[in-house]
């Protein structure tokens, strides 16, 4: 079966986790991507947190999959002159160094441009034009910067970063899309153009209910879903709001059968107006339904903590995995929190390609994440990690150097 992105060809300047999320994406979808790493390091994180000593890590080898590994130094002379060599033969470039680190390079938008004028240049930053344009950014600094971190966390404790990578991840999926939108635009135009994805407007993005949130505070002084109402104070910024639902259907986390030794024994539950009877009739409120101080969601939203902390007497007598069938039995929405041992070993998302088994020539065998889009004509299969330089002859071979011009390179240390 081809893949969508057959005979995209890709410069992968990429390193830590944002850029390698995007360009992971692009391989999965079937482009090839060539990394471009650093002789005798190579990207850092290949010995970051590492679990096994001198084996590439798994923070490594979760993000470069199905990609071919190069070694080259592009501060000498003659790697500058293999990475024009590359710019010539690459679709796209992936970057997301510190800013100005590609131009101190030499290799400029505009001298990317004379090499070749169909190349896309896709870079991660921390931060778009602005004051802070210039800074080195990690995933918790786009967390704070972005509006997740005031927003996330509950009213009286400080702000809280997510353990979802939004910061990375996240922009590292916002470029993939506008790779792939600049790629399809040069079908037209027959030139390529510079993407930029920051960090700080990704995570903005991931968070836009919260500005929704800040307009809505603005105008009316109050949030009527969020815990602070009735009784608590609204300030001028939108706060905290634990774990209620950024929705219009008001969500709480309950505590489930076993909580007070498993800390993942809880269910979320969403009080979803359609199914309101249903829920009174589960947890034995039947009284509930058509008495005026509860039937109508208006009503209900004074007493939300109230009624969830009733709802919680119920889901206590019950696993969470029992409340879930019977909750689901009345469509009343809801999901466990499960933890990662749980999902790591859930054979649904094995039998989906959502977590595969791969196997490494130093590692052994391990969990990664597959691809979570799924496409019916372009099939993902997860290749391992290459080892660091694993591709540099075949590389250099495809791009017309000779044996013995690979062996000066070496020989000189540019690759
Ligand atoms: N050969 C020679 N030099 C190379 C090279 C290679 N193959 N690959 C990279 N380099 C050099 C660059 O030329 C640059 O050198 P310079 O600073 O002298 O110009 C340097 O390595 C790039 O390093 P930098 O990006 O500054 O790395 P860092 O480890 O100091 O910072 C980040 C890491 C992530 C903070 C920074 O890259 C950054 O802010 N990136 C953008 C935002 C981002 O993606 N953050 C999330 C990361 S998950």
Excluded at 119 to 127: D, E, N, R, T
Excluded at 171 to 177: D, E, I, N, P, W
Excluded at 293 to 321: D, G, S
Aim: a negative charge; glycine letters at 10%; one cysteine or more.
């Amino acid at each position: 079966m081809s893949k969508a992105l057959d005979g995209v060809r890709i410069l992968d300047f990429t390193h830590v986790q944002s850029g390698p999320t995007c360009t992971q994406l692009l391989a999965w979808m079937g482009a090839d991507v060539i990394k471009v790493e650093r002789a005798g390091e190579g990207d850092i994180t290949r010995g970051q947190l590492r679990d096994i000593p001198g084996v590439d890590s798994l923070y490594f080898t979760m993000l470069n999959h199905n990609k071919r590994s190069i070694t080259l130094d592009t501060k000498t002379q003659k790697g500058k002159e293999v990475l024009e060599t590359m710019v010539k033969a690459c679709d796209v470039l992936v970057e997301n160094f510190a800013p100005g680190a590609l131009d101190r390079m030499g290799f400029t938008w505009e001298r990317i441009q004379e090499l070749n004028p169909r190349m896309v240049v896709a870079s991660v930053k921390g931060f778009g034009p602005g004051p802070y344009e210039d800074c080195k950014v990690y995933e918790n600094v786009a967390q704070c910067a972005g509006g997740a971190a005031s927003t996330t966390g509950f009213d009286d404790g400080p702000p809280l970063v997510t353990g979802a990578q939004i910061g990375d991840s996240g922009t590292g999926l916002h470029l993939a899309l506008g790779i792939v939108a600049a790629l399809y635009q040069r079908n037209t135009t027959g030139r390529g153009q510079k993407v930029l994805a920051a960090m700080q407007d990704g995570v903005l993005n991931l968070c836009r209910v919260k500005l929704r949130d800040q307009q809505r505070l603005e105008r009316t002084g109050v949030m009527e879903e969020y815990p602070q109402y009735p009784d608590g104070q609204f300030g001028d910024a939108v706060p905290r709001a634990g774990n209620a639902s950024g929705g219009g259907q008001p969500g709480w986390i309950l505590k489930c059968k076993g909580w007070e030794t498993d800390p993942n024994a809880y269910i979320y539950f969403i009080m979803q107006a359609p199914v309101w009877g249903a829920i009174c009739k589960v947890i034995g409120k039947e009284g509930w339904i058509t008495d005026p101080e509860y039937a109508k969601p208006k009503a209900r939203l004074p007493k939300l903590m109230a009624i969830f902390a009733t709802i919680e007497e119920w889901t206590k007598t019950k696993t969470k995995f029992e409340a879930m069938d019977i909750l689901n039995e009345f469509d009343i929405p809801c999901g466990p929190i499960l933890s990662m041992k749980e999902i790591a070993h859930e054979p649904s998302l094995r039998a989906t390609g959502t977590i595969v088994e791969v196997d490494h020539p130093t590692r052994g065998k391990y969990l990664s994440v597959g691809n979570p889009i799924k496409m019916s004509a372009s099939y993902t299969e997860v290749t391992r990690s290459p080892l660091l330089g694993e591709h540099t002859e075949e590389v250099l071979a495809e791009l017309g150097y000779s044996k013995d011009q690979v062996a000066v390179l070496r020989a000189e240390k540019v690759i």
